[in-house]
């Protein structure tokens, strides 16, 4: 079983940055690839970006110039930086992971973590 934990997320003014983690563990681990989406209140969730086992990313058109993605050395964490928060960007995060690499189709992906917060004030 793999298990997933995003963390942070937070409070923060329009204009700020965070690192968002998604730390993955469990027996089965090694070979995932990593997916963000996010799901603004009121909306569905939308794909953010993605990374495979070999460290090939992705991130949507509409963000790629504010969030990117990376890993850690072990491949035991994924990081989504997010800069120049917007308040359209208030949603809540999440990774989701599986041994197939399954680009923006949220419906496919094996794992899921629990979500981290991002709220932009104006």
């Known amino acids: 079983q793999v298990q997933l934990v995003e963390s942070g997320g937070g409070l923060v003014q329009a204009g700020a940055s965070l690192e968002l983690s998604c730390a993955h563990s469990?027996?089965?681990?090694?070979?995932?690839?990593v997916a963000w989406f996010r799901q603004r209140p009121g909306e569905e969730r939308e794909f953010v970006g993605g990374i495979t086992w070999r460290n090939n990313t992705r991130v949507s058109d509409s963000l790629k110039d504010r969030f990117a993605i990376s890993r850690s050395n072990a491949k035991e964490i994924v990081y989504l930086q997010v800069n120049q928060l917007k308040p359209e960007d208030t949603a809540v995060y999440y990774c989701?992971?599986?041994?197939?690499?399954?680009?923006?189709?949220?419906?496919?992906?094996?794992?899921w973590g629990q979500g981290t917060q991002v709220t932009v004030s104006s």
């Open positions: 989701a992971a599986d041994w197939v690499y399954n680009g923006p189709n949220s419906l496919v992906y094996l794992f």
């Open positions: 469990g027996r089965g681990r090694n070979g995932l690839a």
